[in-house]
């Protein structure tokens, strides 16, 4: 790759760190989409942003169906290719955005897999609470579910992040953006005695730090190490293809709505900047009242 197109990538995910506060996995992401994307630019001839077109772009999309990738990878990807030539226009490398002018492919919304509240009460009653791992993991999966989190917002709770005395979770969610959670009672009582009884057999000076959840070396826990303990408990229920740490959070709001939630309620528990990514869950609960019609009407 030319050495201008290298450095415009730097440039840009310098100013998504900098100015948007992505997170590290965030950054590699469009680091590594916006590297293929201006390879196959170059593989075409052009060697100058300003040299190009809606329709090369158009082109990329469609090699991108042609190659078999997901709906979900294609929308990544289409995301990454908007916020790079926002960024060059902003930084006047081009004088128009020809993003503008792709016809974008309608991608289909799948609806998320969420738990059952029976699945759920089944999978935190299995965990086994006589030993301090299981203190904690218990703990973890309740303030998953009680309040709606991704698995990086967990990872990085500190004390500091808990209001006792209003029963609130302050949670600093993407681009550093802060909320503000309710914590059910059930997560406010595990997570208390997780902190009283657990917390500090494993904390390890210059290692823990303030974060809440550690693993047994007295680090913070890593999503890798959320999933393993998660799925720890999934296998016996044979329930492992099914949970992983973003299943409570889909679950979490599924349950709010189909409990009768206003949606811009859950829209700011689950720290969504708009709403039409909160709207996906109005479709699954729909998909849920269907399910109960044909289920009990006698009629369906």
């Known amino acids: 790759m ?8 730097k440039g840009f995910i310098n100013y998504l760190n900098f100015e948007k ?14 590297f293929i994307y201006l390879t196959f630019v170059e593989e075409n001839s052009i060697i100058e942003v300003k040299q190009i077109s809606h329709h090369l772009i158009s082109d990329f999309l469609e090699q991108l169906y042609n190659l078999g990738l997901s709906d979900s990878t294609r929308l990544r990807y289409i995301s990454a290719i908007r916020s790079f030539h926002k960024y060059l ?4 490398k081009i004088n128009k955005d020809v993003t503008e002018k792709v016809d974008l492919p309608k991608l289909k919304k799948s609806l998320p897999e ?3 509240i029976s699945e759920i009460n089944e999978y935190i009653d299995s965990i086994a609470t006589e030993s ?19 698995v990086s917002e ?16 302050r949670v600093i969610g993407k681009g550093s953006k802060e909320r503000i959670v309710p914590i059910g009672n059930s997560a406010l009582n595990w997570l208390e005695k997780y902190l009283k ?20 070396k007295g680090r913070k826990l890593s999503r890798m190490g959320i999933w393993k303990i998660l ?46 990514t909160t709207q996906i869950y109005t479709h699954l609960d729909k998909e849920y009242i269907k399910e109960v019609h044909r289920k009990f009407h006698p009629k369906a």
């Open 2 to 9: 030319n050495f201008n197109f290298q450095k415009l990538i």
């Open 197 to 216: 009884e657990v917390r500090f057999k494993l904390s390890q000076l210059n290692l823990s730090e303030d974060y809440i959840f550690l693993n047994l």
């Open 154 to 169: 967990l990872c990085n709770l500190t004390q500091k992040n808990i209001i006792w005395d209003y029963q609130i979770l």
């Open 114 to 116: 969420v738990l059952s």
């Open 89 to 92: 226009l902003n930084s006047n």
């Open 231 to 276: 799925q720890k408990y999934a296998i016996p229920l044979n329930m492992e293809s099914k949970i992983h740490p973003h299943i409570f959070r889909h679950s979490f709001a599924t349950h709010l709505l189909e409990g009768g939630a206003d949606l811009r309620a859950v829209q700011e528990m689950l720290g969504h900047a708009d709403i039409s």
């Open 21 to 34: 506060g992505l997170s590290k996995n965030t950054l590699e992401a469009y680091e590594k989409d916006i």
């Open 132 to 150: 301090n791992a299981g203190i904690r993991d218990r703990a973890i999966v309740e303030m998953l579910y009680a309040c709606g989190l991704r």
